[in-house]
């Protein structure tokens, strides 16, 4: 297939800036992958689609306040890092812009002192390699001095950081949030509970790449990011458990289901396990774990539309995105959301 199959077109107005109050009342489009039939709903309302023994996998993965303005060491030039992977003790792979002024060697200083790093190199990808240097602790260090990594396309600021977090984040390393959990409030939570529906969690640390365009005309030939996950015993039990009753597997996000999907098409079967993954998941992919998907809206020609579209059907997506234009469904990180079941 090829990219240009993914794209749709999608007026401005529909990206959604700022998150809908309280979280569990943006709007719930449900596909059935089977039959193609849609409704509308809100978001509230999915208890109305999960069945007691059904278990909701949720990234547990918290955002880092990864924006960091820094003045270089003797002009004073400002210069913007965004913290991307941590590397070791203090070294971080870094976006770092202008890049031209983050040559090796160059000495910035952010927060008035709070915190110093050294350019140590330059990659291949233009990325920089960062050492900092501190004292104290460096995440009470980022949370004071810190801004939130928000998408490009979010231009409005956002008043409460919390609200780029899901409730249930715990796991720090992530330099954007795994969206279709933001939808979640506790008391929502707690309904899912109360009606006999497990809720396990994995940890994947998403990174800029989710947002790195694809650029290649065919799309098998797109080369995927890494990103680095960890699924405990506790949870892998749950999974395997929930199979054997005949419940479904609810991925929430597409966090959670390349998550999932990389540790059996390794594995062969869903086990403890931490490592990185580059998985690819594009039409023609075979699920091996997942049986429904809660997902946001995703920007035309990404890897995430090609992942849903995996998972219902080509032809059923592009539809239903039609249908969400049409509809004025909010798109994208604090947009509206989707499930597949």
């Known amino acids: 297939m090829e990219t240009k199959d993914f794209y749709y077109d999608l007026p401005k107005e529909l990206i959604a800036q700022t998150p809908v109050e309280p979280r569990d009342a943006s709007r719930l489009l449900v596909l059935d992958r089977k039959t193609g039939v849609i409704e509308h709903r809100h978001f509230r309302d999915i208890l109305d689609y999960l069945n007691p023994g059904d278990c909701l996998i949720l990234n547990d993965s918290r955002v880092l306040p990864a924006r960091l303005y820094g003045l270089k060491e003797g002009t004073g030039a400002q210069v913007e890092f965004l913290l991307l992977t941590h590397r070791e003790q203090d070294v971080w792979e870094t976006l770092a812009g202008p890049g031209k002024k983050a040559k090796p060697g160059s000495r910035f200083t952010f927060g008035g002192g709070l915190l110093q790093c050294e350019v140590l190199d330059a990659l291949d990808d233009g990325n920089r390699l960062v050492k900092f240097e501190y004292e104290g ?104 458990r929930t199979k054997r009753q005949g419940g479904r597997i609810i991925g929430v996000g597409t966090t959670s289901c390349r998550t999932l999907e990389s540790i059996a098409s390794k594995m062969g079967n869903i086990q403890a396990s931490e490592d990185w993954t580059d998985i690819f998941i594009y039409p023609g992919y075979e699920f091996k774990v997942l049986d429904g998907l809660i997902t946001n809206f995703h920007l035309p020609e990404s890897t995430l539309i090609m992942l849903v579209s995996a998972f219902a059907g080509h032809d059923s997506i592009m539809h239903a995105y039609q249908i969400a234009v049409q509809e004025k469904y909010r798109f994208f990180s604090f947009g509206d959301a989707m499930l597949v079941v």
């Open 137 to 240: 602790n460096f995440f009470s260090i980022l949370d004071q001095i810190g801004q939130m990594p928000l998408p490009p396309y979010i231009t409005q600021k956002l008043e409460n950081k919390e609200r780029y977090q899901t409730v249930y984040s715990r796991e720090l390393g992530s330099a954007a949030a795994p969206t279709a959990g933001l939808h979640f409030t506790p008391e929502l939570l707690e309904q899912v509970k109360e009606k006999g529906i497990s809720v396990g969690f994995v940890t994947l640390h998403v990174g800029l790449g989710t947002f790195r365009p694809v650029s290649v005309d065919n799309i098998q030939e797109h080369k995927m990011h890494f990103e680095h996950y960890t699924l405990s015993l506790e949870t892998a039990d749950l999974i395997n």
